[in-house]
């Protein structure tokens, strides 16, 4: 059974960067999903997607308006791994980041439930 665990995260300054990682075991992401998606979740509010990473055309990798430019998604299939590249970070990016495999290339749909995520935190 395929496994993601994200990890990554940490206290960063304004403007500094962060990789996330998100890894898959049991079984190859590249059989399992279409894409994977990042989202992040402050308490109190809806998580929200800020990219999917497509795993076969990283033409189709989307972002969201908040995040284009400064994140970037990406992944190594030797290590069965999907990246977040975060540069720029702002305050407003501090939140707990979650990767979710979907068999849809808006990755709205994840396949399973929810990980422990990654808390990334922005301070000035």
């Known amino acids: 059974q395929l496994r993601l665990v994200e990890s990554g995260g940490g206290g960063v300054q304004i403007g500094g960067s962060l990789k996330l990682s998100c890894a898959a075991s049991?079984?190859?992401?590249?059989?399992?999903?279409?894409?994977v998606g990042w989202f992040r979740q402050v308490p109190g509010k809806e998580r929200e997607r800020v990219a999917c990473?497509?795993?076969?055309?990283?033409?189709?990798?989307t972002y969201a308006d908040s995040v284009k430019d400064r994140f970037r998604g990406s992944r190594d299939d030797g290590k069965n791994t999907v990246y977040l590249q975060m540069n720029n970070l702002k305050p407003e990016d501090t939140a707990t980041y979650y990767c979710?495999?979907?068999?849809?290339?808006?990755?709205?749909?994840?396949?399973?439930?929810w990980g422990r995520g990654t808390q990334v935190t922005v301070s000035s």
């Open positions: 979710a495999r979907s068999w849809h290339d808006d990755c709205l749909n994840p396949a399973d439930g």
């Open positions: 049991g079984s190859s992401l590249t059989t399992h999903a279409v894409a």
């Open positions: 990473v497509h795993l076969f055309d990283s033409s189709r990798t």
